[in-house]
């Protein structure tokens, strides 16, 4: 089983996102509306997790989204949480995202900086 919608989306409008990308179970759902489902088993990406854009676009060239994280994003990579939030590192007062569970702190590893937290 398949579904997908294409939705517009408004700009300084919060939303909250769920989903995951399991073989046979795969699903994003945006402020309780399922938006995209399937059970298909095929190979899924090894490449690296990557907020506001995807694999796709970023090999094509194509324009990034523009997006703030308020709040948290918990990411579960083979049953270990990570918990990021919007922080700024004191040393140098770069931007970035802090792991709460990890104590781990990330940059923007593509082009540019992150521009608040």
């Known amino acids: 089983m398949q579904k997908s919608t294409v939705v517009q989306y408004n ?3 919060q939303y909250h996102i769920v989903g995951q990308s399991i073989k046979g179970d795969s699903y994003l759902n945006i402020d309780g509306e399922l938006l995209l489902y399937t059970t298909d088993n095929s190979v899924r990406s090894s490449n690296n997790i990557i907020f506001f854009t995807e694999q796709y676009s970023l ?3 194509f324009a990034k989204t523009k997006g703030r994280l308020i709040g948290n994003a918990n990411i579960y990579i083979d049953g270990t949480c990570y918990a990021f939030i919007p922080a700024l590192r004191i040393a140098d007062i770069k931007p ?3 792991d709460l ?3 781990q702190f990330y940059t923007n590893a593509g082009t540019g900086e ?4």
């Open 11 to 13: 700009v300084n409008q």
């Open 59 to 61: 090999n094509r060239g």
């Open 114 to 117: 992150f521009l608040y937290a």
């Open 96 to 98: 970035g995202l802090y």
């Open 101 to 103: 569970v990890n104590n």
